[in-house]
């Protein structure tokens, strides 16, 4: 499947919308949660069990596009949307067979394991593709497509529920659900496969940089950069930070103001887990669109410094102030959301326009990793601190507290960054770089 080329007068801005047709379908992964009680309920599963197939799918979402970006690069945009859509479509009717016939493993498989590769092919499936359309605001660009990721859930979450609803929550109701997710994803991620294309020049917007200019480093190359792995450091605890608050939302926003005399009630959380999502999709457009403006180094700073500063808030006065707690909350989930988003442009700062979607995927390894990390601190800490006896704020502050050393460490790496060496880059942009270094020495 050779890459569609565009026409001439072919908008650009009819490339975002593709992006976000799949960025929006596979963020229903975030929405998960909303079949937990009923597999549980139906199949007899503990809680560990019902999460297993969002863990695998988040595990195999940082492994496949690691060993899938060169195969993305390489085929272009729509194979690697169609793949998507076959492997995310496919994980869904596996599942709805695994829950008609009650077989776990069935969902574990679908979801987890063939859903996942889609959601990881999907994830950096745009990503190259948007930097070559929008070389003067790449940071927008896929912020655009990303902020879909994010939103995904605000959408399959009350859909979700509402279909649970109507066919009901027992296995057959599950299956029912399922199958009406993967058909109607299939279509309207076909709409993405059907629009995407990719620029005929490498200046496709008046006035625009040339995407070929400047640094270009093959993937290979780029993991044996020290940039890169200080990139992958930042991603990993900025992602470790937000996903610590993200998965535990609900309990704990109960939990730090239940011995006040204002409590939160279970309605009340849920609306926090919700105000949470919508922090976590604007800041991927919000702050990936700054950081066009201030650079990504400096927006970085912000997400990491100002970061450990709303933790410290939360663990110092958060269980005494509640506006103070859900402000400081939103704005961690802001930076969360904004990490994302922002880390395809700085790698192409980085790295160029070459083959940033090979070397995206690699870095996601990073959010697999911090996928595990953050949920493990918190919930294992609040459990230790819970069999100590204690309870309210006091089972989270050891949690807060590391979260901050650990933004403190990404707030390290991102300073140690610098440009990539002359001998990383391709030979034809080294050739120009030892010319460049030569000419000084020449007029001597």
């Not at 993305?72 to 009717?93: H, I």
Request: one cysteine or more; glycine letters at 12%.
């Amino acid at each position: 499947m050779s890459p569609p080329v565009a026409p001439p007068g072919w908008s650009r801005w009819l490339v975002p919308p593709a992006a976000l047709s799949v960025h929006l379908s596979i963020g229903q992964a975030y929405a998960w949660s909303v079949f937990k009680p009923p597999l549980e309920s139906a199949l007899g599963l503990s809680g560990t069990q019902s999460a297993l197939p969002f863990q695998l799918a988040i595990v195999m979402l940082g492994l496949s596009a690691a060993f899938g970006g060169t195969l993305v690069e390489r085929n272009g945009p729509r194979w690697a949307m169609t793949v998507a859509l076959v492997c995310f479509s496919s994980g869904f009717l596996i599942s709805a067979l695994g829950a008609a016939t009650e077989q776990y493993w069935l969902i574990v498989l679908g979801y987890g394991f063939v859903g996942g590769v889609g959601l990881g092919i999907g994830y950096i499936s745009p990503v190259s593709t948007l930097i070559k359309w929008f070389p003067d605001r790449p940071g927008m660009a896929t912020g655009i497509a990303i902020m879909g990721f994010g939103g995904g859930a605000l959408i399959a979450s009350p859909w979700s529920a509402r279909m649970l609803e109507s066919f009901g929550s027992g296995s057959s109701g599950i299956a029912l659900a399922f199958l009406v997710h993967g058909i109607s994803y299939a279509v309207f991620m076909t709409l993405g496969v059907l629009l995407v294309r990719v620029p005929r020049g490498e200046r496709p917007a008046s006035g625009a940089p040339d995407v070929a200019q400047g640094v270009q480093v093959s993937a290979r190359s780029a993991v044996r950069t020290p940039q890169f792995w200080c990139l992958w450091v930042v991603l990993c605890m900025n992602v470790t930070a937000g996903i610590g608050i993200l998965e535990k939302a609900a309990p704990m926003i109960k939990d730090f103001f239940a011995d006040t005399s204002t409590p939160v009630s279970a309605s009340a959380a849920a609306g926090f887990v919700a105000l949470l999502s919508a922090a976590n999709m604007a800041g991927r457009i919000g702050w990936s669109s700054t950081s066009d403006l201030i650079g990504r180094k400096n927006v970085y700073r912000v997400y990491l410094g100002a970061g450990a500063l709303m933790y410290a808030l939360i663990a110092l006065v958060g269980d005494s102030s509640k506006p103070v707690f859900v402000l400081c909350a939103l704005v961690i989930l802001s930076f969360y959301g904004g990490g994302f988003a922002t880390i395809p442009a700085y790698l192409k700062d980085l790295f160029g326009a070459h083959q940033v979607g090979a070397i995206h995927g690699r870095l996601l390894t990073a959010w697999s990793t911090a996928g595990v990390l953050g949920p493990l601190i918190v919930n294992w800490i609040a459990d230790r601190q819970e069999e100590a006896g204690r309870h309210g704020s006091s089972l989270y502050t050891l949690s807060l507290f590391i979260m901050i050393g650990l933004l403190a460490v990404g707030f390290v790496a991102n300073e140690l960054v610098r440009p990539v060496h002359p001998r990383h880059h391709i030979p034809a942009q080294r050739e120009a770089a030892d010319v460049a270094r030569q000419q000084p020495e020449s007029a001597a």
